[in-house]
């Protein structure tokens, strides 16, 4: 089985993760979290540099102990270092990192404290009030175990998208090294790029159906196999994922892509007009009576209805048929249309990188500009920087400037935006900024009308500039706050 930059990247980030609930040295630690983002961020394969035997240690943070481990995770797919510290650490730890506000050091505070291993424990020692006490946590934090662990609970049932990446790419590698398979796609909410999946839908055309799915369900991960017959199979994988695969016919091809990426809103305005002109719709094609006349690509389909071929991300039912009849489907930004990067955070606060390796990695990427929006000292989990410590970046960036060319960096900070709207640093440290991002990190208890008054009255401030994660929302881990949006959006248009 193939492995993939991500597979090396996750196994590095488990054992810091690890370590760190142990207590482990906080720059052995610091070392693997490097090695993760430097393999994570490689835009050619490990895999093929170990193949090659080219030398690992010429990446930047990858030494002669990190280049073996890399060399035998991909030689065996997993690394022996992992399993042996799995061991010695109760399994629900790990877990707990999902719970928002949850460290390795929190986490380890709690088993070290509490006792407690597993999600369950979790739970009744934060109901019971006993987290509260804890150095470091308090009863807001403990509130929010227990709102994060009820949230888990209800979103269990969906994946989160970049996790589903993570499984699906190693999957689909498989599959596409299966003699005689000739095309492999992820169909479904995955495709459209929705932010959560229910479960995969994968197409596949080959010679031999039959094999396919033998292949399919050998698959290392699988964990139960739902279902198995000549041309769909269903299985579970080990992290509860469900996964379908359908083999189909050529000419069929378009129809099943369609059909099986959505969404369902999408599908049913195509086949009522499909029925306005006597047609018939499904995952098997177009047909007139008993006539296959489209199938075989999707843009076959759309251009039986006169219309060009429309991206899955648009394909929700929220006008884009309507657009793409009148010609104005709007154009997707691609990587290639990103030309900087204005939120970026530093190990000055959360980041894991210095400064000037942020800089010159942003320059690498051929970015013109980035901004540099550390923390400030309020929010809990970071160190954060106080108005001296900003001053001093200040200078850093200056120097850096003066240096480095073809690359602007631009002096910010994210700045908490406190209980009564005013900001975390005082306005004499924030005019010396090109951009102040604000946000809201505590006190998401607010009534509606509080929250929202609390923001417009940060926006008054004459150095706001942005307003960051303006929900608070976190995919599958936080509901948002309650705020009026649209009213930011006009106090944002009125104060420009």
Excluded: C, W
């Excluded at 073996?68 to 650490?89: A, F, N, S, Y």
């Excluded at 934090?141 to 989160?160: C, G, N, S």
């Excluded at 306005?427 to 609390?454: M, P, Y």
């Amino acid at each position: 089985m193939p492995v993939y930059n991500s597979d090396v990247a996750r196994i590095f980030n488990q054992i810091a993760d690890l370590l760190e609930i142990g207590g482990g040295n906080e720059y052995r630690v610091r070392a693997y979290r490097d090695a993760a983002r430097t393999i994570a961020t490689l835009s050619s394969s490990v895999a093929d540099m170990v193949a090659e035997d080219e030398d690992l240690t010429e990446l930047e943070g990858i030494g002669d102990s990190m280049a073996g481990k890399i060399t035998e995770i991909v030689k065996t797919g997993g690394l022996k270092q992992l399993e042996e510290i799995e061991q010695r650490t109760p399994p629900a730890l790990a877990d707990m990192l999902n719970i928002s506000g949850l460290g390795p050091k929190r986490v380890r505070a709690i088993y070290e404290n509490l006792g407690v291993t597993s999600l369950e424990g979790l739970k009744a020692a934060a109901e019971q009030g006993r987290i509260r006490d804890l150095e470091g946590f308090g009863e807001t934090i403990e509130q929010k175990i227990v709102a994060d662990l009820a949230q888990a609970e209800a979103e269990e049932t969906r994946t989160r998208l970049d996790v589903a990446e993570e499984l699906t790419e190693p999957l689909v590698g498989y599959l596409r090294e299966i003699e005689g398979i000739q095309r492999v796609i992820v169909a479904g909410s995955y495709r459209r790029r929705k932010e959560t999946v229910g479960d995969l839908d994968i197409l596949a055309t080959g010679r031999d159906s039959g094999h396919i799915i033998d292949r399919f369900v050998a698959y290392e991960d699988v964990a139960e196999v739902v279902s198995q017959g000549e041309t769909r199979s269903t299985v579970m994988l080990r992290t509860g994922l469900q996964v379908d695969l359908r083999v189909v016919a050529d000419e069929s091809y378009g129809a099943a892509l369609l059909y099986f990426t959505g969404s369902k809103a999408h599908n049913i305005t195509l086949r009522n007009m499909a029925l306005d002109q006597d047609l018939k719709i499904n995952e098997y094609g177009v047909f007139q009576d008993e006539a296959r006349v489209a199938g075989e690509t999707e843009a076959e389909i759309y251009g039986l209805f006169d219309l060009p071929y429309i991206v899955p991300e648009l394909r929700e039912d929220r006008g884009e048929i309507e657009a793409a009849r009148e010609g104005n489907l709007p154009q997707l930004v691609a990587l290639e249309d990103i030309q900087g990067d204005l939120q970026m955070h530093t190990d000055a606060s959360d980041g894991h990188n210095t400064l000037e390796e942020m800089a010159r990695a942003a320059k690498r990427r051929g970015y013109a500009y980035i901004a540099i929006t550390d923390h400030s000292t309020h929010v809990a989990v970071t160190q954060g920087l106080d108005a001296e410590a900003l001053a001093r970046r200040v200078d850093e960036i200056d120097r850096l400037n003066d240096e480095l060319d073809g690359i602007r960096i631009l002096k910010g900070i994210e700045v908490d935006i406190l209980k009564d709207g005013s900001l975390d640093l005082p306005d004499e440290a924030l005019e010396k900024l090109d951009l102040v991002i604000g946000s809201v990190h505590v006190n998401f208890d607010l009534s509606r009308e509080k929250q929202t008054e609390r923001i417009i009255r940060a926006m008054d401030n004459p150095h706001f500039n942005i307003l960051a994660h303006p929900t608070g929302r976190k995919i599958g881990e936080r509901d948002p706050y309650e705020v009026d949006v649209e009213r930011l959006m006009e106090a944002a248009l009125e104060r420009g």
